[in-house]
C-alpha cells in the first residue's frame, strides 16, 4: 500500500489529505489562527464549581469556559498542584523535578470541592476540541507526545504499546526505558518504538523530558489565563502519529511547511527526507492530486457503494445516523439474504471509511439491510471490526442488534468534518438571478481590464471552473490570448475544480486573493 499526504496551505486555512493507493482516506481542515488545539497546555483559573457534576469550568481564555472533571484529574494531581504551587512561590529557579517529594495519588472516587476552589490557579492541557455549543475538555494530567514515546510527568511506571506483539521485544523496551528515565517520570512507549535503538530512544526521552522543564518555567513568570506549551503544528502532528516507511510522498505548496515537515523527517527517518517535496505547480494541489473530486463525491448526504447501492447519513448534536439502502439492484436468481449479505458487506467497508475520512466521533448507529442468518450476521461484524482495524481513533462495535442496528463508538476529540449543503451563491449573492451565462465572458473580460487599468496588476492567475477554463483556452488564438495582448498583461488560467460554473477568483503572484467581486454584476 503507497501512502502520500497532500497538504494544502492557503492564508487562511490548512487542509491536509491522508491518501493510501491514491483514496482519500484522512481529511482535516483547519484555519491556521485556530487556537485551542488538543494537546495545549494552559495556565488557568477555576472560574465556578459545580458540586453537582463533580466538575469545574475553568477559564483558559476561551470564549466558552473549559470543563474540567474530577476523574481527568489524574491519579497525580496532588503532585502537580504543589509543584505549581512552589513554582508560583519560587521566582528564581526551579528545582528539578527528580528532587521533588511525591505526594499521595489520588482515590478513584472524590469530590473536586474537597481539591480546588473558585479562583484557583491550574495546570491543564486539553483532550478534546471545543464542539459545537460546548467549550474544550481538560486534563490535569499532563502528557508530552513524540514519535517513539510520550512522558508524564509525576509517575514512575513504564507502559509498552499493547500492539507490540513479541513478548521479548515489550521485555527489552521495558528494561530499556526503565534504565534511562529521569525519576519521577512515566513513560509510555508507542508502536513505533518497536525495533528502535537505545541512542533514538534516549534522545527523544530528553528532548520530551527538557520540553516539561522550559514550560514550567514559563509558568513562573505568567499569569491565567495563558498559553503555556502549544502542540506542534497539524501537519507535523498528523506525520507525527502516522508516519511509516510505506510512505512515498509528502507534498506540500508552502516553503515555509515544506522547511517544517522536510526538518522533521529528516529527524526521525533520515533516510527518508527526499520523500518531502514542494509542490509548485499551477493546478490547485488538491485538484492535482483528485482530492476534491473525491471530497465532493464522499461527503454528501447520500453516499454511493456500488452496484447501485448506497448510504445515508445524518448528523444530530448525540449521535450520527447511518442508513444502509439497497437501491435499484438487479437481483436475478441471486436470493433476497445473499443481496442483503453483499450490500452490508460492501456497507461495511464504506462506512469504516467514511468514518475515518469524516472524523465522525460519539456514538454512531448503522442500519443495515436485515439479514436472518447468523453466519451472514457473523461475518459482517468481523468484516467491520477488520475494516476499522488502521483507525487511529480509539472505537468499539457492538454486533447487529436484533433489529439489524450495529452501534459503533469512536473517540471524538474534534468537531466532525463536514461540508455546508447550503450557502448564498457566489453568483447571484443569493438572489436567484444572475446574468445571462453568455455574458459570462464579458464580466471576466471586464475583471481583467480593471485589474490591469486601475488597480496597476499585470501578473496575475484567473482560476475558474475547468469548463470554463477549457473554454477560455481553446483555439490558436484564444479567447485568453486576445485578452493578454489587448491589456498588455500575462495571466494564467487555472481550472479550480472547487468553484461553482459562473465563479471565479483572482490571485497575485504571492496567492494572495485579489477581490474583485460586485454584486453589480448579478441581475
Known sequence: MISELVIDVQPTEVSIAFLEDSRLVEFQKETRSLSFSVGDVYLGKVKKMMPGLNAAFVDIGYKKEAFLHYQDLGTNFNSLDKFLKAAMVEKKK?????????????????????????????????????????????????????????????????????????????????????????????????????????AELDTELRTLVKRWDDNMTKVQRMKPPTLIYEETGRTVALLRDIFSPTFEHIYVNDIDAYKELRDYVTLIAPDHAKIVEHYKGDTPILDKFEVTRQLKSGFGKTVPVKKGAYLIIEHTEAMHVIDVNSGNRTRGTVGQEDTASEVNLAAALEVAH??????MGGIIAVDFIDMQEQDNRQKLFETMREAMINDRAKHHILPLNKFGVMLITRQRVRPILDFANTEVCPVCFGKGEIKPSILFTDVLEAKVGDLVKQIKVKKFKLHVHPFIAAYLKQGFISMKKRWQWKYSTNFKVIADQSLGFLEYKFFDNHKNELDMTDESLSA
Do not use: W
Open 354 to 359: 467514511q468514518l475515518r475520512m469524516r472524523d
Open 94 to 198: 526551579l528545582p528539578p523535578l527528580s528532587k521533588f517529594v511525591q505526594q499521595p495519588e489520588m482515590p478513584k472516587e472524590g469530590n473536586l470541592t474537597d481539591l480546588l476552589k473558585s479562583g484557583d490557579e491550574v495546570l491543564v492541557q486539553i483532550v478534546k476540541e471545543p464542539i459545537s455549543t460546548k467549550g474544550p475538555r481538560l486534563t490535569c494530567e499532563i502528557s508530552f507526545a513524540g514519535r517513539y514515546l510520550v512522558v508524564v510527568p509525576f509517575g514512575d511506571r513504564v507502559s509498552v504499546s499493547g500492539k507490540i506483539k513479541s513478548s521479548e521485544e515489550r521485555v527489552r523496551l521495558r528494561q530499556l526505558i526503565q534504565s534511562i528515565k529521569p525519576k519521577h517520570f512515566s513513560v509510555i512507549v508507542r508502536t513505533s518504538s518497536e525495533g528502535k535503538r537505545v
